[in-house]
């Protein structure tokens, strides 16, 4: 396989697993080595998009069409960009062309059928696009996952289950399928104990996803508000370093005053013991709950 077609699959990869740290990277080497190929122009036009750069990101686009203005993907991400700054005609109209370009792109398809279930716009359109999806590759997870979202939004909910848990057979590393589950436990069968079981192995697959916090935080508070303030608070002390390195000079200051007191205050011994004792052990804990969090999910210890 040429070289940029190696590269076109892994930004692909990457952004399919939402990591888009890699992808960045990977554009930006295909960038330096292919200048000239609308792939890449385009594939920056999404990352572009992500940040909410609308004007570049056309501009991207543009380029990238400028080349080859019979490239699908391209004319597709710009119905993207339309349709995320509200101009639901014009992002239709590009999606059509890019689909009448290619029929069988399975990008086009599966961007197009996103944005119409997204959008509740034409959930019978949507779902004839995720069933071609399938039969040009039934062993694509992607094409299950898909039909999931489209059947799910149709309140079909037995059989968007069945294409979810297909799509992770499929592919077991697939955290789309499982936040879907999830979502369907959650909000359409109100059942929070379910829906943890599910984002709980979407976590150990990404432990740093941002939408699986939110649902997972939901689920959490729904399920036992214990549970709810130990996961807010573990994403609260990992995330702020500052805090930390605050906490851990005001112990270093605490220990000689704590000292100090003790000896030029003996009446206060037992009072200082509380203080100091508890005051460590938050500290302990702000330091060690993200950690924590983590064991207690990957174990199973939370139940």
Same mark, same amino acid.
């Given at each position: ?240 370093? &500052?805090?930390?390195?605050?906490? $851990?000079? /005001? =112990? *270093?200051?605490? @220990?000689?005053?704590?000292? %100090?007191? &003790?000896?030029?205050?003996?009446? $206060?011994? /037992? =009072? *200082?013991?509380? @203080?100091?004792?508890?005051? %460590? ?10 950690? *924590? ?11």
């Amino acid at each position: 396989m040429p070289q940029p077609q190696i590269a076109h699959l892994q930004i692909q990869k990457a952004f399919q697993a939402e990591n888009y740290t890699l992808a960045a990277k990977l554009v930006k080497e295909l960038m330096q080595t292919a200048p000239n190929d609308p792939f890449v122009w385009t594939a920056q036009a999404r990352l572009q998009l992500l940040k909410g750069q609308y004007v570049t990101a056309k501009q991207s686009v543009a380029r990238a069409l400028q080349i080859n203005n019979s490239f699908a993907w391209g004319h597709c991400m710009y119905g993207q960009i339309e349709a995320k700054q509200g101009n639901h005609k014009e992002a239709i109209e590009a999606f059509e062309f890019a689909l009448s370009l290619e029929p069988e792109n399975m990008d086009v398809l599966y961007d197009y059928a996103t944005y119409l279930v997204d959008t509740r716009s034409d959930l019978t359109k949507a779902e004839r696009w995720a069933r071609r999806r399938i039969i040009l590759d039934p062993d694509n997870a992607n094409s299950h996952e898909l039909m999931g979202r489209v059947l799910m939004a149709s309140n079909e909910l037995q059989d968007a289950e069945n294409s979810f848990k297909q799509a992770i057979n499929l592919d077991p590393l697939i955290e789309k399928a499982y936040i879907g589950l999830a979502k369907m436990e959650l909000f359409h069968r109100k059942n929070a104990f379910s829906a943890v079981d599910w984002i709980r192995p979407a976590l150990m697959i990404n432990p740093d996803s941002m939408s699986l916090r939110l649902y997972f935080n939901k689920a959490m508070n729904d399920k036992n508000s214990l549970y709810g303030f130990l996961w807010n608070s573990g994403l609260l002390y990992g995330a702020n370093v &500052k805090w930390n390195i605050l906490l $851990l000079i /005001s =112990l *270093l200051i605490m @220990i000689p005053l704590y000292f %100090f007191m &003790k000896d030029s205050s003996p009446q $206060l011994t /037992s =009072l *200082l013991n509380i @203080i100091f004792f508890v005051y %460590f052990i938050y500290c302990l804990y702000a330091w060690s709950s993200r950690s *924590l969090m983590r064991l207690l999910l990957e174990k199973r210890w939370l139940n």
